[in-house]
């Protein structure tokens, strides 16, 4: 989708201050299946996510880590031929309520794909404030500035862009390219923040800062990571669940627990051979 900047210009007015950050929320998901057709894929998982903390979803390709992801924010119902059971609760309040419009839910619940995605064409400015047009939110011309500004330095991106707000995002490397999806996201002040495998296309160098950045983000924002990289759940996380899909069944979750419970201390045998890279 291209949004040009006078688009931008008209959606983005004068007319209210910068909204306040919402307060921490915690995210339940309660006995969710998810199918692809007549394929399961998700089998009754179930799973609390603290308000304010890091849970890192863990286990192998193929064992619904991502597709559990997507359900948390409604997107696994764009898929045709998807469907699921169960319920999504923010601080006790189903996001798949009739009541609820899918655009209030992702506003809440916000995402950063594994593989990062600017507008290339428009500015590094108007990229973070694409999210505000987006979801109809108006914002006084006054208040972009620090938006801007504000959302940049959360990402750990400012200080590298803040002479160069109006060239494109496109333009940037991709470590940056990320860490600007990250302050759009965080642009329309959502509660919770998904990441799938957001440094799983990245250099070293960029997968340390991006996880600085997550450390750093808790303080606001409740944040779900799926991972594959075992040092990095340990490293940024402060819980985890263990995926898996055994021989055809739908994925489940087999443990979850404190980060360093389930990597020192595991309970199930199968936990500690995944954490240790004995499969997987």
């Not at 409604?74 to 609820?100: K, N, Q, T």
């Not at 333009?171 to 329309?188: D, E, H, N, P, Y």
């Not at 990289?229 to 940024?236: P, W, Y």
């Amino acid at each position: 989708m291209t949004i040009a900047t006078s688009e931008l210009e008209h959606l983005v007015d004068d007319t209210e201050a910068l909204p306040a950050l919402g307060a921490l929320a915690s995210l339940e998901a309660d006995s969710i299946s998810a199918w692809f057709g007549d394929h399961k894929v998700l089998d009754r998982v179930s799973l609390t996510m603290p308000a304010g903390k890091v849970t890192a979803l863990i286990g192998p390709s193929g064992c619904g880590k991502s597709t559990f992801l997507r359900i948390l924010n409604r997107m696994h119902e764009l898929v045709p031929g998807a469907s699921l059971a169960g319920e999504v609760r923010v601080d006790g309040h189903d996001i798949y309520d009739a009541r609820m419009r899918i655009t209030d839910a992702r506003r809440q619940i916000g995402m950063v794909f594994q593989k990062p995605n600017p507008f290339p064409a428009m500015s590094i400015q108007d990229n973070v404030l694409a999210g505000l047009a987006l979801t109809g939110v108006k914002l006084a011309k006054s208040a972009k500035s620090e938006l801007v500004e504000e959302t940049l330095a959360k990402a750990g991106l400012w200080n590298e862009v803040k002479d160069r707000l109006r060239q494109p995002g496109g333009g940037l490397s991709g470590g940056q390219q990320q860490r600007l999806c990250i302050a759009r996201s965080l642009a329309v002040r959502p509660r919770i923040l998904l990441m799938d495998e957001p440094c799983s296309a990245l250099d070293p160098t960029s997968t340390r800062r991006i996880e600085q950045t997550i450390t750093e983000l808790a303080d606001d924002v409740t944040i779900v990571i799926v991972t594959h990289n075992m040092q990095q759940a340990q490293r940024v996380s402060d819980q985890c669940a263990f995926f898996l899909a055994e021989q055809g069944t739908p994925g489940v979750i087999v443990e979850h627990g404190p980060t360093d419970a389930m990597f020192e201390s595991p309970q199930d045998s199968r936990t500690f051979d995944y954490v240790n890279g004995r499969f997987g």
